[in-house]
């Protein structure tokens, strides 16, 4: 079956500019989570959804980064005035539901470069 | 927020045995662990999962002990495509007044040689 897809899976962009990330899930998925990789770094959470709960937004690195989910199925990330320290993979993964206990399947990402 | 701790790389040869230990002193009671393989341009792929004691399946085993504040993943006979860097995650989404948070460790990257 299809597993998690993320658009673009590349981005460039200026400096200043807003730039807006997707992700399907899973079908049947109710949880959402979206993560930071920086070059050679380790998996940065950002932010995750559980159904059409409110989202905890404890991860998120500053105000410029929100995140929505239409209907509990795709989910857009939004940067707004991206700088250069933005510029990472951003990953997104699904699972049946939120908890440790639920394996959670990623999307191949989408590399950000902001120039 | 359970910090996790996991040594940075590790080489190993085709055909041995690798463990990997990660460090997770403030692991909370309902916390589980999750170990992820993630290769190169790809994202993290599930290996395997616990809460205590000893899990196998048929990839890797993971072990803990009593007191959970660490866990081994033991992959055995590697071969040279488990070259990769390995995640230890802890954390459970389902406690919202804690604060929630999934902390992964830094990744340990695997050399496997021939």
Redesign the interface.
């Known amino acids: 079956g299809a597993g998690?897809s993320q658009s673009p899976s590349n981005k460039v962009t200026e400096k200043g500019k807003d730039v807006e990330l997707r992700c399907d899930p899973i079908s049947g998925h109710t949880?959402l989570?979206w993560?930071r990789q920086s070059l050679g770094?380790?998996?940065?959470?950002l932010i995750?959804f559980?159904g059409n709960s409110a989202p905890?937004k404890?991860?998120l690195p500053s105000d410029r980064f929100s995140a929505e989910r239409t209907g509990g199925s795709v989910s857009t990330l939004t940067i707004q005035r991206t700088q250069q320290e933005d510029s990472a993979v951003y990953?997104c993964?699904s699972s049946l539901r939120?908890?440790?206990?639920h394996?959670?399947?990623?999307?191949?990402?989408t590399r950000l470069t902001v120039t | 927020l359970a910090k996790t701790t996991q040594p940075i790389s590790m080489d190993s040869y085709e055909g041995q045995e690798v463990n990997i230990t990660c460090s997770h002193n403030n692991i909370a009671t309902?916390?589980?662990i999750?170990w992820?393989q993630q290769f190169p341009?790809?994202?993290?792929?599930?290996i395997i999962?616990g809460?205590k004691t000893k899990v196998t399946n048929e990839v890797a085993s993971l072990f803990i002990p009593a007191d959970r504040k660490s866990s081994t993943l033991s992959l055995p006979r590697v071969s040279l495509s488990d070259t990769a860097v390995y995640?230890c995650?802890?954390?459970?989404?389902?406690i919202?007044a804690a604060?929630?948070?999934?902390?992964?460790?830094?990744?340990t990257r695997v050399l496997v040689k021939p």
């Open positions: 998690v949880a989570y993560y770094q380790g998996l940065e959470f995750y559980q905890d404890s991860g990953l993964a939120a908890g440790g206990s394996e959670q399947y990623f999307g191949p990402g | 309902n916390d589980y999750t992820y341009s790809q994202g993290p792929r599930f999962q809460y995640y995650l802890v954390g459970d989404f389902m919202k604060g929630n948070k999934l902390t992964f460790g830094g990744g």
